[in-house]
């Protein structure tokens, strides 16, 4: 059974710094695309940052220089390192495995002072 499980989200002010994992079981990440979406209440899910089976990853043009996502192949793990956070990033954040419907429950970031 596929499984993706996020966590690491919570409550940080703005500027501030939170590192979400997406733990998976089932399949190998290393082996598939890995995306980060998000979602913010009343908005559509957007694609925040993804890494391909080679390891490249991509961000969209709002994260770039704040976010970095990574790989732990050994853990079987995908990452999303967020920096200087703002309060219009306030969101669900989930992982998903490209083309499919398998994703996570979500982690809930909260950017606020």
């Known amino acids: 059974q596929v499984q993706l499980t996020e966590s690491g989200g919570g409550l940080v002010q703005p500027g501030g710094s939170l590192r979400l994992s997406c733990a998976a079981s089932?399949?190998?990440?290393?082996?598939?695309?890995m995306d980060w979406y998000r979602q913010a209440p009343g908005k559509q899910r957007e694609l925040v940052a993804f890494?391909?089976?080679?390891?490249?990853?991509n961000y969209a043009d709002s994260v770039k220089g704040r976010f970095t996502i990574s790989r732990d192949n050994a853990k079987n793990t995908v990452d999303l390192q967020m920096n200087s956070l703002k309060p219009e990033e306030t969101a669900v954040y989930y992982c998903?495995?490209?083309?499919?419907?398998?994703w996570g429950q979500g982690t809930q970031v909260t950017v606020t002072s």
């Open positions: 089932g399949i190998i990440v290393s082996r598939n695309v």
């Open positions: 890494i391909t089976t080679s390891g490249m990853p």
């Open positions: 998903n495995v490209r083309g499919t419907i398998l």
